[in-house]
Structure formats: C-alpha cells, structure tokens
C-alpha cells in the first residue's frame, strides 16, 4: 500500500517567516502534486513535479522533487496571511496508472499578521 | 461558471436514510473522481469513471453507488447511512490522467 507521510500536520507562524513542508513515502511515484484547499472549497493544484530532483517555483514557493522520486518538500519564502490554508501533496502512478492519487494528510497553516 | 459543481452543499440527515449527491463538469473532461474528505483532513479516492466506465474501485462499502449518466456526470448514491459516513464528499475531473479540478465538496452529516 502507497503511503505518503506529510509534515508537520500544523503549523501556526509569523507573516514574514520562512517554512517548510516535507512529504515522504517509501513508495516511488511518477509525479507528485501539491494542492492547496482553503476551507469551504475544494483542493485546488499548485504545482505537480515529474523529474527526480526537479524544483519549481511560484512566486514565493517553492517545490523540490527528491531524486528518488519518493518524497517532496514545500517551501515558502517570507510568508504572508494569503498563504494561510490546508496544503496536501499527492503521489500520482500507483499500479495500473490509473489516474490515482494517494494524498498526504495534509499540513495546516496559519500565518499570523 | 463553475467548472466543477455538486449539490447539494450541505446535506444534514439521519441514520438509516438513502441519499444521493450529483456532480456535474463544464470543462469537457472524460474522467471523473469521488472523494471523502474525513474529520482531520484526509482526502482518499473512492471512485472514478473513464467513459461512463468504471476504473477505480476502492474498498468502499457497497452501500455507495457510484452512477455516470453520461461524460459530464458523476452522481454518488449511498444507501442505509451510517454516522460514519459524516464527511466531505468532493467531486473532480480531469482530462484523461491529466489535471484534476475538484469540486466544492458536499458536506454530509449523518445523526
């Protein structure tokens, strides 16, 4: 069974602060995502990562693909109260390939003004 | 215009009674997902369709029936409700194994 493993579950920071979220499986997968879900909504994709050691960026994020393709790390640079809200990474490529996405289970942030 | 859209988006029920939750897409995708969303967060896939065309069946109890009229819908019908059943019901699609675009959700609370 794929399992993905995200960390920390919560984290409650100053606006200006850096962080960072790590996702770990012992599983390999063909590409990872990362979703953001703000409360009331569904998960909406940021970024997905395909190459072992890829990074991507989006304005102040920025995302890491492990060379293994087995685990992904999240980093916000000088985070704002925008950037509060749920973040789940999701593994892509279980057997078959049927489009399946194992998700973590989530990391809440809170960015305080 | 809404890309992913269910209904309802709040469904409050008691234990026992059937209901069913519709999902519909405007973006032309052929695939489409269920998924429960529980108390501390977790997304897991339940269902999806190629096609009208069953593709993942997870170990769900059968008293969920997934159900595809056509390409642009995906309705979930549960039977006998459980008060574990209480939980976020989010929708999605995409294009092949493409993108998934979720829906709001359907927030379902069994008593």
């Known amino acids: 069974t794929q399992l993905l493993e995200q960390s920390p579950q919560f984290l409650s920071i100053q606006e200006g602060e850096n962080l960072t979220v790590y996702c770990n499986s012992s599983?390999?997968?063909?590409?990872l995502q990362w979703y953001r879900q703000e409360p009331g909504e569904g998960p909406v994709l940021l970024v997905t990562v395909v190459t072992g050691g890829e990074v991507k960026k989006l304005k102040r994020l920025t995302f890491q693909f492990g060379d293994a393709r087995k685990d992904s790390s999240l980093h916000i640079t000088a985070a704002q109260p925008g950037d509060t809200g749920l973040y789940l990474c999701?593994?892509?490529?279980?057997?078959?390939?049927?489009?399946?996405?194992?998700f973590g289970q989530g990391t809440t942030l809170q960015v305080k003004p | 215009d809404t890309a992913v859209s269910q209904t309802p988006k709040y469904l409050v029920t008691q234990m026992g009674n059937d209901k069913s939750i519709k999902c519909e897409q405007n973006l032309g995708h052929d695939t489409m997902y269920w998924y429960k969303q529980d108390s501390k967060k977790f997304l897991k896939i339940m269902f999806s369709?190629?096609?009208?065309?069953?593709?993942i069946n997870e170990t769900v109890p059968n008293r969920f029936s997934p159900k595809s009229p056509d390409k642009a819908h995906l309705n979930l019908h549960i039977n006998s409700l459980e008060l574990g059943d209480s939980a976020v019901y989010f929708c999605?699609?995409?294009?092949?194994?493409?993108?998934?675009?979720f829906g709001p959700g359907t927030r379902l609370l069994v008593l």
């Open positions: 369709y190629n096609n009208k065309e069953l593709i």
């Open positions: 999701a593994g892509a490529g279980g057997s078959g390939n049927t489009g399946k996405l194992i």
């Open positions: 599983s390999v997968f063909s590409s």
């Open positions: 999605a699609s995409s294009r092949g194994l493409g993108t998934q675009y």
